[in-house]
């Protein structure tokens, strides 16, 4: 069932139909990876009550440089009405399919003509060329002049991106965009095991409107059950996307690749920036404005950023600024990833190596933010680091200086990871516990400070827990398990700070005779 393409199966249906004069005699159906551009041809054909022999045949990366690799496909089936062909025109299509064995060169005028006249034989004939991006020029050529040469040979091409211009010069587009967000819910719908609402939300929204990614994310949110995926976590997706954008990301430029990669480990309000700095010439302070020109026809740096961009974009992976096409497209104001998900895809693609790297040079290109460097900066660490700890933790006192104390939170369980003596860890700790506070949240303040006591004995340490533990006694109403963390720290701390065990026992209710520490 294909779902919100009443209109581009109508005017494929309108273009099978026998050719009016001045119409073109060639349909180029464009649209990125998974946009059903194959699936919706096929589900025309399957109603379609025209008598027209199909002959089909599929472009394939490997082949771009075989000549008439394509036209063999499509011709294989005629192959036998060879003989019935007067000589010129035998000879011309046996030396181009390489028949007689002698390597004979194909005279390239003579094949075309050769293979109209074999396809004459047939009377309407629909030549059906899917991944025609890949199709070798020599063949789309002469499916272009058989449409050109004779109303009753037609041609149906399927692309993701550019056609060689043999073809393309005179044929017709449709493009294919991603699918309205009602037809998108709609097709979500239809799947097996639909997700509860704020999943679902999440997977329409990763996958921008795109068939093959709702169907196959549907299948990968089965295991997702019950988890939260914060913004920039990748997202776990099915082998077949993987291979997919894997693929895609395979294909480029060494440039291209690293620039991908860069702006997959970046915030989407990182990527100004992140351009930026890719622009400048060497030496040029981080944060410093420069033009970005994005018509190629800068040199260095620029031209580096510009035929990165291209060829990101040619891939299938970003869009370009001016794009309207693809759900996660810059809409005029700068590049984009074509769909979310393939930010999910890239990260997961790609090794930890170049990861870290990626995000190295997002630490150098926002070095002006301390804070979003030092996070970038704890990306690209491979374990324990004191300087980066450090700047984290730094990172994480603005935060709750501003009131941003999810942020807060999350940023000092970070720095503590990173920290290498237990007692620093601890303490960092103890300032993500603040944090949990603050946000009510007694699960949380409970499990850190089950940590600080397990790292440490350290009373100046443990002297901060009691006023914090001591809430989760009384607001929570688990005052036994709460206990068990504070009475330890409550005793641990009173020889540093007398007055720790009777704000544990104010916060906790209970009489400061039956939990405080013998005299």
């Keep these: ?53 199909v002959l089909r045949a599929r472009g394939y990366q490997g082949e771009t440089a075989l000549p008439y690799a394509v036209l063999h496909q499509l011709l294989r089936p005629l192959l036998g009405g060879l003989d019935a062909l007067p000589p010129p025109e035998r000879a011309a299509l046996r030396a181009a399919f390489a028949m007689d064995g002698g390597g004979a060169r194909p005279d390239r005028a003579a094949v075309a003509p050769a293979a109209l006249a074999l396809l004459s034989a047939l009377g309407g004939v629909l030549l059906l060329v899917d991944d025609a991006q890949w199709g070798d020029p020599a063949s ?123 702006l997959a480990a970046a915030c989407d309000d990182e990527w100004p920036a992140v351009l930026t700095s ?106 324990a680091d004191e300087e980066v700890a450090a700047l984290l933790e730094a990172a994480g006192d603005r935060a709750g200086r501003r009131g941003a104390l999810a942020e807060a939170l999350t940023t000092h369980e970070r720095a503590a990871r990173l920290t290498p003596g237990p007692r620093d860890r601890a303490a960092r700790l103890v300032k993500a516990a603040r944090s949990a506070l603050y946000l009510e949240q007694a699960a949380k303040v409970e499990e850190l400070a089950a940590s600080v006591t397990a790292l440490t004995d350290d009373p100046g340490v443990l002297a901060l827990l009691p006023p914090l533990v001591g809430w989760v006694v009384s607001s929570s109403g688990r005052q036994d398990a709460a206990m068990a963390l504070l009475i330890p720290a409550a005793e641990a701390a009173a020889g ?3 007055s720790a065990a009777a704000r544990r026992s104010n916060a906790s209710g209970r009489p400061p005779a039956a939990t405080s520490p013998p005299a």
Aim: without cysteine; positive net charge.
């Design 1 to 53: 069932m294909i779902v919100g393409r009443a209109r581009e199966s109508a005017l494929i249906e309108d273009f099978l139909r026998p050719r009016r004069p001045g119409r073109p005699g060639a349909l180029l159906v464009r649209g990125d990876a998974g946009l059903g551009k194959s699936a919706l041809i096929e589900d025309v054909l399957r109603s379609w009550p025209g008598t027209t022999t």
């Design 140 to 262: 789309l050529e002469v499916a272009g002049f058989a449409a050109r040469g004779s109303r009753q040979v037609t041609v149906l091409a399927a692309t993701r991106g550019r056609v060689p211009s043999p073809l393309a010069a005179d044929a017709a587009e449709l493009r294919l965009g991603p699918l309205p967000a009602e037809a998108a819910g709609t097709l979500l719908g239809l799947q097996p095991g639909t997700p509860p609402e704020p999943l679902a939300r999440l997977l329409l929204r990763e996958a921008g409107g795109n068939p093959l990614a709702i169907i196959e994310l549907a299948k990968a949110a089965r295991s997702w059950t019950g988890a939260a995926y914060g913004p920039g976590e990748p997202l776990p997706l099915t082998e077949r996307l993987d291979r997919l954008y894997a693929g895609q990301l395979a294909q480029l430029p060494r440039a291209a690749r690293d620039l991908v990669v860069t």
């Design 496 to 498: 540093h700070a007398p």
């Design 278 to 383: 890719l622009t400048a010439p060497p030496g040029t302070p981080a944060g410093t404005p420069t033009h970005t020109p994005t018509d190629g026809t800068a040199d260095g740096a620029v031209g580096g950023l510009a035929g990165a961009l291209v060829a990101a974009a040619e891939a299938g992976l970003l869009t370009l600024p001016g794009e309207g096409e693809g759900a996660g497209g810059s809409g005029g104001v700068g590049p984009g990833f074509r769909y979310p998900l393939i930010r999910s895809a890239v990260s997961r693609a790609v090794s930890f190596e170049e990861r870290r790297r990626a995000h190295l040079r997002l630490a150098r290109a926002l070095e002006h933010d301390p804070d979003r460097r030092a996070r970038h900066l704890a990306s690209a660490a491979d374990g």
